[in-house]
């Protein structure tokens, strides 16, 4: 059950690259939403819904066999959060690209309440709701470009 936790969290293990297990986690992600991305609206939801409550099960379990809060190598809140920044959104290249980019600006910068979330909650609930987040905001940022420069996206 270990192995298959670190699995997990570290999304196939692409947490253990050096420097940057977030953008390579997100990365994951990005692959992960062209399979989801497939799905028709009420299942990418539902799935990434219920990969939240996977990610969070997962941070937590893996906090404990690392024995860091909020390691490094857990990345799989990563893979939520860009979920969550493609949902309901144009599936284009340019989406894509702009929604990689601003997740890991809002995950990096973690404007509040994912600061909050991350500086005073413990455990693997706090790993993926900051990331989560960071998520809705670049969700929301796509989508008032989407509004303002249709062709944008």
């Known amino acids: 059950m270990k192995r298959?936790?670190?699995?997990?969290?570290?999304?196939?293990y692409s947490g253990y690259v050096p420097l940057v297990p977030g953008t390579v986690g997100t990365l994951v992600g990005a692959l992960v939403y062209l399979l989801f991305s497939l799905y028709p609206a009420p299942l990418y939801l539902l799935t990434t819904?219920?990969?939240?409550?996977l990610a969070w099960w997962a941070s937590e379990k893996a906090e404990g066999i690392f024995g860091q809060k909020d390691s490094p190598r857990i990345v799989i809140d990563e893979v939520?959060?860009?979920?969550?920044?493609?949902?309901l959104l144009p599936r284009t290249l340019a989406a894509a690209f702009w929604g990689f980019l601003?997740?890991?600006v809002l995950d990096i910068i973690k404007p509040?309440?994912?600061s909050f979330i991350n500086r005073r909650m413990k455990?693997?609930?706090a790993v993926v709701l900051d990331d989560a987040v960071a998520g809705i905001y670049a969700n929301l940022l796509l989508r008032v470009i989407d509004q303002c420069f249709p062709r944008f996206l």
């Open 102 to 104: 601003f997740f890991r």
């Open 4 to 12: 298959f936790i670190v699995l997990l969290a570290t999304a196939g």
């Open 112 to 114: 509040p309440p994912a």
């Open 49 to 53: 819904a219920a990969l939240f409550f």
């Open 80 to 87: 939520v959060g860009y979920l969550i920044t493609m949902a």
């Open 123 to 125: 455990g693997g609930l």
